[in-house]
């Protein structure tokens, strides 16, 4: 009886003498000590980009709950009103910089480089980690720029903060495009497994349905949240440099080109002081919404350009693509009127964003373009090899 117990305990274990089922991977003693340590880090990475991307999102909402709620937050394009970020008051001499109240404004608050220790003004962590940080570097630096014509140093001054956060962002950016452009590529294949189970109701037909999209995603080595994570880096993004050039003194008094007003909305000049120099906004409505369609297209044409020979898959594929025109004609129109009715330095950071999303959108074609002619090559030498 003896034997036959450890015979059928044998059968059930098998040959192998590592943990039992079940046990965490550090436990099986027979594991490679750099293997468990790789496999460790690996969850340490993944739970510390969950916990950097859900950050991220909340300091997103919170800046934009309060940017609507709180009243020593409030936007005003006239000097003296509202938020303003500067020097305190008779500091420089340079009205530009030093920071007062208008005698008939009710609701003003500063943001001067002694906030930080003092505690006076619009108080949260978003401000504190992240406008406060950009709006001095952007002061200080236009300071040292001042004598600049025509508000050139404002425009670099966007350009630069810009330029820092596209660095920061860059790798989660690349990341992204190549997660949608894989997902792109199995489109039409999805479109036919969705075709497949239309008319399915029951759970077991849906089940499947979920186990072939993630076997498909699973082939192409296809992680679906992954194409989300620039989203999670968006909103606060943008909220930042919209802070920035709405509350920054010197930005809010800046004419560029000594034509556009940067705290002026392009609508309201152009219905309110059409004469006197408000149609000049017609151009700056076109530069700013035109690049914007632009740096839309522009990944649209590339991907065309990388799949010249291949066509639709099936119809439904065709009805997907047509969705998703669909919504970015929607997004476009949306950005048009964010653009219309926002100041003038809101658009100028549109403007310059469209500039980076083109110049990544090139990047990505000719790293794309590589990656599949790489691709072909190793696929020609396993054929010829095999033959």
Known sequence: MGNQSALKYSNIRGNDTSASAGSPFWADKNTNRKTVFKKVMKQVWRWTKI??????????????????????????????????????????????FDLQMAIDSNQYNSLTFEWAIS?????????????????????????????????????????LLLLFIRILTMAISLKSSFQNEKMTEVQGQI??????????????????????IMALYNKNNIKPFAAFEQMFLTLPIFLIIYRVVT??????????????????????????????????????????????IFSMKMPQIFARKRSRNASTASDEGKKQYKKTQRTQNIFMIVMCVIVAFSAVGVGVYWFLNSLFTVAQAWIMHILITKRKTKDKQSGARLVNFDI
Not at 131 to 158: R, S
Not at 191 to 212: F, G, T
């Open 51 to 96: 916990a950097i991307f859900l950050f991220m999102m909340l300091m997103g909402l919170w800046g934009c709950f309060q940017t609507m709620v709180d009243p020593t937050v409030s936007q005003n394009s006239l000097i003296g009103r509202g938020l303003e970020f500067g020097y305190p008051f008779a500091t420089t001499g340079d009205y530009r």
């Open 247 to 292: 509350i920054v003194r010197p930005i809010k008094v800046t004419i560029l080109f000594n034509i556009w007003n940067f705290a002026a909305a392009p609508l309201t000049q152009l219905f309110s002081n059409f004469i006197n120099g408000g149609w000049t906004y017609i151009f700056f409505l076109l530069l700013v919404i035109g690049s914007q």
């Open 191 to 212: 479109a036919e497994i969705n075709a497949k189970y239309k008319d399915a109701k029951d759970n077991q037909s849906k089940q499947m349905k979920q186990q072939e």
């Open 119 to 159: 505690g006076v003004g619009p108080t949260s962590p978003f401000y504190a980690l992240f406008v406060w940080p950009a709006a001095a570097i952007v002061t200080m630096f236009m300071w040292v720029t001042k004598n600049w014509w025509g508000g050139m140093n404002a425009l670099l001054a966007i350009f």
